[in-house]
């Protein structure tokens, strides 16, 4: 069993020294979470896919966001505003137009192109295995609604708050502020999920402060030793 257990691993390595046969392999992967979230965005239906649609139609033909609830039995007339305004009235209007081919293609790449972003900076086969498992783990999430969208704008905007952590952009760069502040509005009109990315930038701004005074701390703690 010890000489079959290190044959295995030999070959492991073997396989993973090989650069080739690793792009392949996360090429691979790549396409089979990509095929795998759309057979499900194509076959299986969100139980509010039809409200959306039917509130989408509602905001066509009326040009304005619902304040009142005038679509339920039970709660009509309550005061109620649509947070996913913006996405229900283009669901509706592709619905309308018969293209819901391209929804479930868009749909589908922005489910996976996180998962192609991971896969691309996996360094090892071992890596593979979150990510099978993630994608496994999404699949009674990922449907046409309005919460797919906020995934793939939650990990965007997570990466531009990492890759700008400790820059220039983080201090007071106010275009880079501007453009944060108009990404936050426009995905606040697309699904509630945007209270996320707020979360996000009072972390990272308080991370960053908190980070300077501790250098500054430090510098200052050094002075005084010499």
Known sequence: ISGSGRGIFAFLETVNSSARKFRVAKIILFLAVFSYFSLFISTMLDPDFGWHIKVGDWIIQNRQVPHYDELSHTMAGHEWVDHEWLINGLLAFAYGKGAMFFVIMIFSVMAS??????????????????????????????????????????????????????????????????????????????????????????????????????????????????
């Open 113 to 226: 192109l996180p998962f192609a972003y991971w896969i691309a900076k996996a360094r090892s086969y071992a890596s593979f295995f979150p990510l099978v498992v993630g994608a496994i783990a999404m699949s009674g999430f990922i449907f046409i609604r309005p919460a797919v969208i906020s995934f793939f704008l939650f990990f965007l905007f997570s990466e531009i708050l990492a890759r700008s952590y400790g820059n220039s952009d983080f201090k007071r760069n106010i275009g880079f502020f501007a453009g944060i502040l108009i990404f936050i509005l426009v995905w606040a009109n697309l699904h509630a999920g945007f209270i996320t990315g707020v979360g996000l930038i009072c972390l990272a701004v308080f991370f960053d402060h908190a980070r300077r005074l501790f250098s500054r701390n430090t510098h200052r703690g050094e002075v005084f030793f010499h």
